[in-house]
């Protein structure tokens, strides 16, 4: 499939659109929950969630009998909600840390999970049609126009309380014992965070599946907070992030042949942390090794220039040059040692002599005097 | 110095215990309007938990507390809150101005959003902090004493009449200390009281005027003056006090205290023969 029938079925063709909506408001609305979730500190409650939901969805299906996904996923929100109450309230009532207690819990729920899909699949005979295991990996072309617009329904309202709620959240994230003091009540905050982060990742179940929801809730924020110091440009981007690789993914495991939707959204999602961690601005680690460079680029800089203006005093000449192989035994390891040289002459500060020496010229002496004589000046003390 | 009749704050029986320990025992504490005070007392003896308590972050096992002679809960407009600053994740993306201006949220109340008001006040308090510049800066690249700052003007914005502040000398330059210490003059000017957690024995009768001396007991309260004596001190850090200069009768004790410091005084005939 080329490039330009795949865009033509993407606003035309009925399951491509649908599939591609519906992964775009998924990423949408976990980019936004898990932007949260990331600057709480709680990225595993994710996946815990993801995974506590599960026994949720058998168990709907084993009292309804029905496939409806919205019976569905209501048993996942349920359950995923017990999981999330059973995590704080083992936290809060033995010495169990969070970390452990969100691990027991994920595992304990999952396995309970499993546990009831098999017993499903051996004794239910409509349980094959039923294709509960498709939120196991999840499988973007199960979603129907319905769901999306369920889907669009529950995101926006999901997006109308963030958005009212805005200054709340935001203090309830950086200071809660501040928010506290100043009478906002932060277990209800938590608690509707909370929900809505359910909420978010109930949705994307269908699509993504328990065992990689987590990740459509930590890779957006995380490629969003390298790119801005922003609250509010964070959300928006972690949410555009989302969508990008819903589609994205979407559309790739639709035009490929037995690609499973949820693993090839999620790669996606990772696709975009890869790339915001090596080449976003100031975080980035590209940034950073190009900032580290050119600080020892200047630090080399002030060094040689240091050697220089020490053997013109020890000479009481300004300009008296040294063999390079003097300069090299000064440096005493220091690499570049030509470089620098030839750097500081570009700066009119060194000068060339044959056959192979070096020195100050008068501009580079007068430099040498100011940055080395000042101990306050800056430079002085990177010798 | 003058203190008006009702108590700005009023604890009655307080006692809170994080499982079964108590971290607080039995304290009963007045702090007339218009002072600045300190709480003193060694590592764990209760300070922060004290101000938690006060404030209806941490709940009590038992005690009463009144702001103005009602429950907090009635007199939240009136009260300012410096927690500690490492309490918060300063990578947080937002930018100081922005952290100021959260010091409005409770006056605003649900819904509203900051707006013009709320930037003009946050400006006049990071102008009284010396921050004024730094608005703009994201609160990453700050260093420790001008988080500190940060804190201070998010609580000037609240306008409150009594105000708490959780260890604000807690590692901060010889700069934000003058500023601190100026801004803690002004309040007391402008007559709000003031509640200081503080570390450094030797400042507080320089910067206080009152003062409760605690280990998860109330050992004393009251003007420095009278309380901050050497007895008191030894009573609530329990002998490791290591004091500097010989205290005369009419001189304010000058003392030092350290934690880690092993001598023990108490086993000493007379305190100046340990002075270091």
Redesign the interface.
């Known amino acids: 499939m080329n490039l330009a029938q795949l865009l033509y079925d993407l606003f035309f063709d009925y399951t491509l659109r649908t599939v591609a909506l519906g992964s775009a408001l998924l990423g949408i609305i976990s980019g936004t929950l898990g932007a949260y979730a990331v600057?709480r500190?709680q990225s595993l409650l994710g996946d815990a969630i993801s995974h506590a939901a599960l026994p949720g969805i058998a168990v709907a299906f084993l009292l309804t009998g029905s496939k409806a996904p919205l019976a569905l996923l209501i048993g996942a929100a349920i359950a995923g909600w017990l999981g999330t109450l059973l995590v704080n309230s083992v936290v809060r009532n033995t010495h169990i840390k969070d970390d452990s207690a969100l691990g027991i819990v994920l595992a304990v729920f999952f396995g309970f999970g499993l546990v009831l899909l098999t017993y499903i699949q051996k004794h239910i005979p409509t349980a094959t049609q039923a294709g509960l295991n498709k939120f196991l990996f999840g499988q973007a072309a199960a979603l129907l126009e319905r769901d999306v617009i369920t889907m669009a329904i529950i995101g926006g309202i999901v997006l109308v309380l963030v958005g009212?709620?805005?200054?709340?959240l935001?203090?309830l994230?950086?200071?809660r014992?501040?928010?506290?003091?100043?009478?906002?009540p932060t277990r209800a905050l938590d608690i509707l965070l909370t929900t809505l982060l359910v909420v978010a990742i109930v949705i994307g179940l269908q699509t993504v599946g328990v065992v990689l929801m987590s990740a459509m809730v930590v890779a957006p924020a995380a490629a969003a907070?390298q790119w801005?110091?922003?609250?509010g440009?964070?959300i928006f981007l972690s949410a555009t992030f989302g969508a990008l690789a819903g589609v994205f993914g979407a559309l790739l495991s639709s035009s490929v042949k037995n690609l499973p939707t949820g693993p090839t959204i999620v790669l996606c999602a990772s696709t975009l942390v890869l790339i915001s961690m090596l080449f976003a601005p100031n975080r980035g680690l590209l940034w950073g090794w190009f900032r580290r460079r050119q600080n020892r680029h200047k630090l080399h800089l002030d060094a040689q220039l240091h050697d220089l203006y020490t053997l013109a005093l020890q000479h009481n000449d300004p300009e008296h040059a040294h063999s390079i192989v003097v300069l090299r035994a000064m440096a005493a390891g220091r690499g570049g040692v030509r470089h620098s040289l030839e750097e500081l002459a570009k700066l009119g500060l060194a000068r060339h002599h044959e056959p192979d020496s070096w020195s100050l010229t008068p501009k580079g002496y007068q430099v040498a005097q100011q940055r080395f004589n000042d101990p306050l000046s800056e430079g002085a003390v990177t010798i | 110095m003058s203190h008006s009749q009702i108590a700005a704050i009023e604890v009655t029986d307080l006692t809170v215990a994080y499982r079964e320990k108590p971290v607080l025992w039995d304290i009963d504490l007045q702090v007339p309007s218009g002072v600045l005070m300190a709480i003193v007392g060694p590592n764990g003896a209760g300070k922060t938990t004290l101000m938690k308590a006060i404030l209806g972050l941490v709940p009590p096992a038992a005690g009463q507390i009144l702001i103005n002679n009602r429950p907090y809960a009635e007199q939240r407009k009136l009260v300012g809150y410096v927690p500690q600053r490492g309490s918060v994740d300063w990578d947080f993306p937002t930018n100081v101005l922005d952290v100021v201006m959260m010091g409005r949220y409770g006056a605003l109340g649900w819904l509203r959003r900051p707006g013009k008001r709320e930037r003009d006040l946050a400006f006049e308090a990071l102008e009284k902090v010396g921050m004024r510049d730094f608005a703009d800066r994201q609160i990453s690249q700050l260093s420790g004493g001008q988080q500190q700052r940060v804190f201070l003007a998010r609580a000037l914005v609240q306008d409150a009449q009594i105000y708490f502040m959780d260890e604000p000398f807690q590692g901060v330059d010889a700069t934000t200390e003058r500023a601190i210490v100026a801004l803690l003059q002004e309040l007391r000017a402008a007559g709000k009281t003031v509640v200081v957690v503080h570390h450094d024995l030797q400042t507080v009768p320089e910067y206080f005027d009152w003062v409760t001396l605690l280990n998860v007991r109330r050992i004393a309260s009251g003007p420095v003056e009278e309380v901050f004596t050497e007895a008191n001190l030894r009573l609530a850090y329990g002998g490791r006090v290591a004091f500097l200069n010989p205290p005369t009768e009419h001189s304010k004790p000058i003392v030092g205290a350290e934690p880690s410091h092993t001598a023990n005084i108490s086993t000493s005939t007379r305190p100046s023969e340990v002075a270091s």
């Not at chain 1, 009212?164 to 709340?168: N, V, Y």
């Open positions: 600057l500190k009212m709620f805005w200054k709340e935001k203090l994230t950086f200071d014992e501040f928010a506290a003091s100043q009478g906002f907070r801005t110091d922003r609250l440009r964070m």
